[in-house]
C-alpha cells in the first residue's frame, strides 16, 4: 500500500496506459481521480476503484484549473499528476494538415502544460509532489508523425525544465516513453494503415528484443515505480518502456 491516502490525478485515465494507470495505484492505495475528455469512460474506470470521475478537456484552461480545483476542494491534496490524455493525427508532412498539428500539439503538450501549471499550485504549497508526462519512443523519430513526435519530444525537455523549476519545492518530474503497447490508439494505427491488428501486433513483436509487444500495464508499473519512495532522487529523466534499448 505505497500510496495509502494519496491522491492521484490521471488524464486520459478512462481508456488504455491511463485507465492501467488507475488500477496500479489504486491497488496500491491511492484515491484515484479519472479524468478524461468524457465522463463515460472515466466513470467505467473509476467506479470499482471507488475513485473520481472528472470530465475534463485538457487543452482547454478553465476545464483544467476547475478540475484540480475540484481535486483539492474534495479530497484535500493532489499528490501526483499522471499526464496521459493524447490522440493521433498520422500523416506524411505533404499530406499533414494544419488541423492535424494543430490537435496533437495542443493535446499533448499544451495539455500537459496546463495540467502541469495547474497542478503546481497545491504541490508547492504542501512542498510535495510528482508528475509523470507520456512521451513516446517516437520521439526519437517516426515516419508519419511530424506533429506527434515534436510533441512527445517536447514533453522530455518540459519534464527536464520543470524538474528544475520544481526541485526544490521537494517534486519529481519526469516522463516516461512507451514503444508499442496494446490499446485502442495502436489498434487505430493498423486500422489506419489497412492492416489486421493481429498481424500488426506480431510483425510489431518480431522487432522488440524483448519478442513481445507490450501491454498498459508494464507502463503503469514504471509510472508507479517513479511516484514511489523509490524514486525520490530520480528527477528530470525519460525511461523507454519498450521492451529493448
Ligand atoms: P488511448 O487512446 O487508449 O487513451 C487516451 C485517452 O486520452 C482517451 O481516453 C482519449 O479520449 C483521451 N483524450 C484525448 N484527447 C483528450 C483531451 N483533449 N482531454 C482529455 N482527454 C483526452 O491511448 P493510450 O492509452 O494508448 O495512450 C496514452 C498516452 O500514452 C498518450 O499520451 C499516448 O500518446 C502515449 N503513448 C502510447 C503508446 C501506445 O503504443 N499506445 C506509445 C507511446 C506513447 P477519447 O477516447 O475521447 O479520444
Known amino acids: 500500500m505505497k500510496f495509502k491516502d494519496q491522491v492521484v490525478l490521471i488524464t486520459g485515465g478512462g481508456r488504455g496506459i491511463g485507465a492501467a494507470t488507475a488500477s496500479r495505484f489504486a491497488s496500491e492505495g491511492a484515491r484515484v481521480v479519472v479524468s ?135 517534486i519529481n518530474v519526469n516522463t516516461v516513453a512507451p514503444g508499442f503497447i496494446e490499446t485502442r490508439m495502436t489498434r487505430a494505427t493498423a486500422e489506419r494503415m489497412g492492416v489486421d491488428f493481429e498481424a500488426f501486433k506480431v510483425g510489431a513483436a518480431s522487432q522488440i528484443p524483448l519478442g513481445r509487444i507490450g501491454q498498459p500495464e508494464d507502463v503503469a508499473a514504471v509510472i508507479a515505480f517513479l511516484c514511489s519512495e523509490d524514486a525520490s532522487f530520480i528527477s528530470g529523466q525519460t525511461i523507454y518502456v519498450r521492451g529493448g534499448p
Open 36 to 170: 478524461d475528455l468524457d465522463l463515460s469512460p472515466a466513470e467505467e474506470v473509476a467506479k470499482p476503484l471507488q475513485g473520481l470521475a472528472i470530465a475534463c478537456d485538457v487543452t482547454d484552461r478553465v476545464s483544467v484549473e476547475a478540475m484540480v480545483g475540484r481535486v483539492v476542494g474534495e479530497l484535500g491534496r493532489l499528490d501526483a499528476l499522471i499526464c496521459c490524455a493524447g490522440i493521433i493525427r498520422d500523416n506524411l508532412l505533404f499530406k499533414m494538415t494544419d488541423e492535424d498539428w494543430d490537435s496533437v500539439i495542443d493535446t499533448h503538450l499544451k495539455g500537459t502544460f496546463l495540467c502541469a501549471r495547474a497542478a503546481q499550485k497545491p504541490m508547492v504549497g504542501r512542498k510535495s509532489g510528482k508528475m509523470v508526462f507520456l512521451s513516446s519512443t517516437s520521439a526519437l523519430g517516426n515516419r508519419g508523425q511530424t506533429n506527434y513526435s515534436t510533441a512527445k519530444a517536447g514533453l522530455q525537455g518540459m519534464a527536464r525544465t520543470l524538474a528544475i523549476e520544481l526541485g526544490p519545492f521537494n
